[in-house]
């Protein structure tokens, strides 16, 4: 049986469903199926149907990425090539956000993790100002939702 076709579908969408069918198979008229191997090789890109606003089909989405998408990659750094497979934790921020809230001086960065593991309060040594930084309030963004880490 076909995801469609799923009797629980029919109670979630309620009137919606019989167009939703159409829809589904309509796409699969048009689409051939996902394949993977042209998909890491950037020939294909898949395409998600949904809403954000509404919270229809984001779960799905961020389930069907983290199982599609490539492993982490090597990462040229400026002195070598950083294995996401090292021990010792590297990144690199790749973007900072400034003044957000007008009442502080706030500043967001955003971190790519390279290799190895962060943990919150411990010192991690930036390459550029050659120094030592510790962040005690990480956090990690989902839509509105802002999380402490550690």
């Not at 191997?37 to 389930?63: H, Q, R, T, W």
């Not at 934790?89 to 190895?116: E, M, Q, T, W």
Request: proline letters at 7%; glycine letters at 6%; charged letters at 30%.
């Amino acid at each position: 049986m076909k995801n469609s076709e799923d009797p629980i579908l029919e109670e979630k969408v309620g009137k919606y469903a019989k167009q939703l069918h159409e829809d589904i198979h309509l796409i699969d008229g048009v689409y051939d199926p996902f394949n993977r191997e042209k998909y890491l090789a950037g020939e294909v890109a898949p395409v998600f149907f949904g809403s954000a606003i509404n919270n229809f089909g984001v779960k799905e989405l961020l389930d069907t990425f983290t199982e599609i998408a490539p492993p982490p990659g090597d990462r040229p750094a400026v002195s070598r090539i950083v294995h996401p497979n090292e021990k010792p934790f590297s990144g690199f921020v790749f973007k900072i956000h400034a003044n957000l809230d007008p009442k502080h001086r706030d500043r967001i960065a955003f971190l790519r993790i390279c290799s190895g593991k962060f943990e919150r309060g411990k010192f991690f040594h930036h390459v550029r100002l050659n120094k030592d930084l510790r962040f005690n309030s990480p956090a990690q963004f989902m839509a509105q939702a802002k999380s402490i880490i550690d």
